[in-house]
């Protein structure tokens, strides 16, 4: 069967090691394997809650630079701004009328980001999952690179596809999340028990991708541990499990090695060897970023590029699944 891969980012603040680890460099490596991949920067989820429209506008860019930089490779990929295709709000309300409020309410990433102000979030944020589906189902994705949070959102992609095909007849692919092992939750610097996040109220619980060689020492030298000692993943170790994970990311050495290499050493060794290893691994990334966003008008050529090539593919998913349900002349 011919691999595709869809994945998307939100263009909304920080970018941290979490997002590259878990997401973007499965992209990169993914995209040589695969015979269409296709990469989107997912603004109009990222208006599901309030945004500054130059903020907004500026971060598109930098999104665009950052998946570039990390080797994202237009000529094999498509890569565009998910706002450039209508056909994405289209799909979006056609799968809405075949969702159930129930699926829905058990979305936890919903339930999360919700609490406590139920009334007040928007209704683009309830139905944020519909959209993300809409997103993999409009290019017959069989394959979806994702961390951990992101499974449940998949699975209702999976469900609401199989739905609908068994309703109207075969319109749609049934995608497959992909979680890699290592890097499926990387976990807040200042709290392992949760998903390092840049919505965290310290900018200490994540490294970003633009922290500076300074910043990356300072937040691993402050980052918690566990007591007792020794360099060694265990589910009673969350802290120390986290930075070995995070080392193993960036060296791309087994944790099996990473704890023979760290036998008989401290807690301190080892936090000061990871923050070397995490700068050296960024800098490059770092120093293309920063090359790469000072030409928008490239940048803003490789989106409409990207976006001129799944057009097509859009608008016929589009017209076969309006065509099924029934609708138009
Ligand atoms: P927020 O923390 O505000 O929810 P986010 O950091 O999760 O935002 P997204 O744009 O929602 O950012 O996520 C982009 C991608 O990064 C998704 O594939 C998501 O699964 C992945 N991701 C986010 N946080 C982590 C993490 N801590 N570990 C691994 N992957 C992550
Ligand atoms: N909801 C995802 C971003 C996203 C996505 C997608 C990921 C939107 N559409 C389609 C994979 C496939 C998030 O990371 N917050």
């Keep these: 069967m011919k691999k595709t891969i869809f994945s998307g980012i939100q263009p909304s603040g920080v970018v941290h090691i ?23 920067i997912v603004d109009l989820h990222a208006i599901t809650v309030p945004q500054d429209p130059t903020e907004l506008k500026e971060n598109i860019y930098k999104m665009a630079a ?44 919903f339930k999360e980001k919700s609490e406590s102000k139920k009334d007040s979030v928007s209704a683009g944020l309830f139905n944020y999952p519909v959209l993300m589906a809409a997103d993999i189902l409009l290019y017959g994705a069989t394959h979806v690179p994702v961390g951990e949070d992101q499974k449940q959102h998949v699975e209702l ?27 499926a939750r990387i976990m807040g610097l200042d709290n392992p028990l949760k998903k390092m996040s840049k919505s965290a109220a310290s900018s200490n619980n994540y490294i970003a991708i633009s922290d500076s060689a300074d910043e990356i020492s300072s937040k691993i030298k402050k980052a918690v541990t566990d007591s007792g000692q020794g360099i060694t993943k265990d589910k009673d170790k969350p802290a120390i499990s986290n930075l070995i994970n995070i080392y193993a990311e960036a060296t791309g050495m087994s944790v099996e090695d990473i ?8 807690y301190g060794d080892f936090k000061k060897e990871l923050a070397d290893v995490l700068i050296a691994y960024l800098e490059p990334i770092q120093n293309e970023y920063n090359r790469i966003l000072q030409d928008k008008t490239a940048l803003t050529q490789i989106l409409t590029d990207g976006s001129s090539k799944i057009a097509g593919i859009a608008q016929a998913t589009v017209s076969s699944v309006k065509e099924a349900i029934g609708l138009g002349l």
């Excluded at 979006?92 to 075949?98: A, I, K, Q, V, Y």
């Excluded at 704890?259 to 401290?266: D, L, V």
């Design 18 to 40: 979490g997002n590259y680890f878990g997401a973007i460099k499965q992209w990169v490596e993914m995209q040589n394997e695969a015979d269409f991949s296709v990469f989107c």
């Design 259 to 266: 704890e023979k290499k760290y036998s008989g050493k401290g």
């Design 66 to 109: 950052l998946y570039l930089a990390a080797g994202i490779d237009p000529q094999k990929s498509a890569l565009f701004v998910q706002s450039s295709r209508p056909e994405h709000t289209e799909l979006s309300w056609l799968l809405n009328c075949n969702t159930t409020m129930g699926e829905l309410n058990r979305m936890t990433q």
């Design 157 to 183: 992609t999976r469900d609401v596809a199989e739905r609908f095909n068994a309703k109207y007849g075969q319109c749609f692919t049934i995608p497959e999340p992909i979680i890699k092992n290592t890097s």
